[in-house]
């Protein structure tokens, strides 16, 4: 005893996709010598702990003033179990308002571990497995993708134009589910600044968007970790243009405070409609998921977000100003010495790269391969990390691509590191 | 748009039970002047957040020796995300020798956000939902039967003697199971203080319970969030005594540190046969799908954990002196007053409760079903909250008793509720 055969496990169905996750979480480890583009950190710069405990008393006293309790009693009850849906829910509601221009009632959002736990609350909730399809980009964050093969949830594909998700495409995907007697019940996306690909949806793309998926009846699931790291023009989420209350909103303050905090939240404002007529909010029914998945969010580390939301008047932005001048410099090195380095095969039409108007990525294509052996080889002979795109894939449409991330690195480690992958690419190029 | 009918949502199917952890969530709040037995939340007597900074300091040193890295650099590191698997998993191991004497490596353990996780978790990566069949106590903890609910995989209750599961139910679960071409995968049990009935497993009915699901092939679910609150003799865990590896343990740092961490973890140690003949350790399905459920857990509150588990030695036990001493005395003092106040009915034989070894719960037993109108009338009408034992079951066995808990009452007010209680006692058991 003590032996189960694989056969008999849930797990020996998905095991591919599922390594990614751990390889992302774990790479930086694996290669410590090696310059690391791979991973989508936030600077630790910013992280400060020696502060976590005034932000806790700072909320405690606003807590205290919502529950009409003392603050020493507000600080016991932060100790505690608490409510599923969260206790800084106010806070988050206007932080939306203020940066994101998105009105939404505290009781519309349930906050969660992380965005992840939000992916899989959304997909337990709103999903049966053996009728709904989940349309996705392709490449695309793995978290969600991988989270829908473990339960099981079929997921299509959607191409992009330089623009964002084709509409015609969503539209075949529509049609050929239904074609096998299934709904395309949602559409996940990442609007600003993609992982991996580091682009944006256009304007007119995400109205163009909304249409098609109210037309349809099809969720939007709008992910958005890294809207609030823009250097230039900042585009309006999807969830703020929305007029039929159609998308989920996936929020995380792993990027903007700390990821340790595991806290994140998500925005839902459908009604579901029972048999006698009577609504009640898609909302409720997330609770009573959570409830059973993690019980509630770690109200300590609520606690932490709620204080800076108090402290910064509820405008990460302004918090922010310092960190999203760093990534902006950073990107600014990481494109001049892409330029230096390789701008000679990009002349010659050999290679490219996006410009990113923000967030942590960029894109590299190149005129070969570069799948997990050609990973391996450049940590180990050359000393730096970037991530194959055709991880985040489920074909080889993507293969000869590269995630670059600028947002961990400091700038003369960018310099030396691309440096270092202009020879992988020169030595693998010539050949 | 922005409605969707009920059917077409997988929550419709198992709206009951899951309104019930929502219930234990926030009843508190439901009745603020009631003194209430309802709730099994340790005592915030206990909780510091002032000491956390100095615990996330000292684990920070020790967590720089194991990395080889400065204690500035594995500050850093704590905030960032980090490994799936944990962060705390040698001091883990090292608590549950001291504690448990269950010898296990630190590679074996998998950190979660709480127990909860841990039940969801084991459930992904174990269970086919078509195939696997999970055993449970009637009543039992509705976290488990509630994911179960949640990703349809099926229960089926065992009977319970004075001594534990019945031995010969589990075998005609398991007959029962494999004449519908179903699989009996696991059995969730808490041995140590029943959450509802307070109950222990006795030493004997452990091990009949290991030989038979050892030969069964069935994996023992352990699950033990009261284990080190005994006020007389301890019993050895089931996990400790299992020469087989079939026990998969699952641990909480709720009760005895803070619920607001978050903080549990999973024990598992079986080997999963491949199709080639490798082994691989199930450990590893685990973490997998935990990173995709909710990436990692929050690494401050493992730190905080970690921090007191160096402070203690590893010992819990010697941190958790005290507030065992005042659980034994509320304990105590919720004996004294059901034995001043219904003693009387007790001696007619028309009531009766348990004596409680350790842990927060009490059940009394009435001539007259407490179902939720009972649990509002007393409420409302006599000021004091118990919760039924129906609300764990899913039959009409246990309409007559009452979940009492004295974990976080004072003295004074277990005295009052008692009395309130048995006047509403007295005034049914007239009728």
């Not at 390889?23 to 710069?45: H, K």
């Not at 050359?382 to 194959?388: C, D, L, N, Y």
Request: glycine letters at 8%; a negative charge; hydrophobic letters at 35%.
């Amino acid at each position: 005893m003590g032996t189960i055969s694989e056969h008999t496990l849930p797990l020996a169905n998905y095991t591919d996709r599922l390594d990614v996750m751990n390889f992302l979480n774990e790479v930086v480890g694996l290669y410590p010598q090696a310059i690391s583009f791979a991973s989508g950190r936030p600077l630790e710069d910013f992280f400060d702990f020696s502060k976590w405990n005034d932000y806790v008393n700072h909320f405690a006293c606003h807590h205290a003033k919502n529950l009409d309790v003392s603050v020493e009693k507000s600080i016991k009850l932060i100790g505690q179990y608490g409510k599923t849906q969260g206790i800084i829910n106010d806070l988050i509601a206007q932080h939306l308002d203020k940066d994101e221009d998105i009105q939404v009632d505290p009781e519309n959002i349930i906050v969660t571990d992380g965005a992840q736990e939000a992916m899989t609350l959304s997909l337990l909730t709103m999903f049966n497995k053996d009728k709904d399809v989940l349309l996705i980009g392709n490449p695309t964050y793995i978290g969600m993708t991988g989270i829908a093969s473990i339960l099981d949830i079929e997921t299509m594909s959607v191409e992009y134009d330089d623009f964002g998700p084709r509409i015609d495409a969503i539209q075949a995907r529509v049609e050929q589910a239904r074609q096998v007697g299934k709904k395309v019940k949602g559409f996940y996306v990442i609007a600003d600044f993609d992982n991996p690909s580091g682009k944006c949806v256009s304007l007119e793309r995400r109205m163009e968007l909304l249409e098609c998926c109210a037309e349809k009846q099809i969720t939007i699931f709008e992910d958005n970790p890294y809207g609030l790291f823009y250097f230039e023009e900042k585009l309006p989420t999807i969830k703020s243009l929305d007029k039929w209350d159609i998308v989920t909103y996936f929020g995380t303050f792993s990027k903007t405070i700390c990821p340790a905090l595991r806290v994140g939240f998500v925005v839902t404002k459908q009604k579901v409609k029972k048999d006698n007529g009577d609504q009640y909010s898609i909302t409720e029914g997330y609770e009573k998921i959570k409830s059973f998945v993690t019980l509630n969010t770690g109200q300590f580390n609520q606690a932490v977000v709620g204080g800076v939301l108090l402290e910064c008047g509820g405008s990460l932005k302004r918090y922010l100003s310092a960190m999203v001048e760093t990534y902006k410099h950073n990107r600014d090195v990481m494109l001049s010495s892409l330029e230096a380095e390789l701008g000679d095969l990009k002349k010659q039409g050999v290679l490219s790269w996006n410009t990113p108007s923000g967030g942590f990525f960029i894109t590299l294509s190149l005129p070969f391969s570069f799948k997990e052996s050609q990973l391996v080889e450049c940590a180990e002979q050359f000393g730096v990390i970037g991530v194959p795109t055709a991880f985040f894939s489920d074909n080889d449409q993507h293969d000869k691509q590269l995630r670059l991330s600028y947002s961990y690195v400091k700038p003369q480690e960018i310099k030396h590191g691309v440096s270092q992958l202009a020879k992988f690419i020169h030595k693998y190029s010539a050949t």
